[in-house]
């Protein structure tokens, strides 16, 4: 579990509004500032998930659940990186396929 245990200011999510195409929707997954509320803004805008965490936090687990994107559970493990970019690659070839 990587979550940090202060937040960030409360002007965060004035600052991600770096363009008029931003929108106040976009950035209030964001307005907490704590690193739950970052995780589920960017399950938002991703287009696949790679879940490294088997203690991710309980509120970024339930938004995952009610997203509909591909999702990769992988837990890292020093000893087999190679297989791990091998699985990694598969799993967006596989969506880049699944496109066409």
Do not use: C
């Not at 591909?70 to 699944?98: A, C, T």
């Amino acid at each position: 579990n990587n979550d940090f245990p202060s937040t960030l200011k409360d002007n965060f999510p004035t600052l991600l509004k770096i363009s008029d195409e931003i929108t106040p929707k976009h950035v209030e997954y964001f307005k907490n500032g704590d690193n739950a509320s970052l995780l589920i803004g960017g399950t938002e805008f991703a287009d696949a998930l790679i879940i490294g965490d088997s203690e991710l936090n309980e509120r970024v687990q339930k938004h995952v659940k009610k997203v509909k994107k591909p999702v990769l559970n992988m837990r890292l493990d020093e000893d087999n990186v190679e297989g791990k970019v091998e699985e990694v690659s598969k799993f967006f070839y596989d969506i880049m396929e699944s496109l066409n």
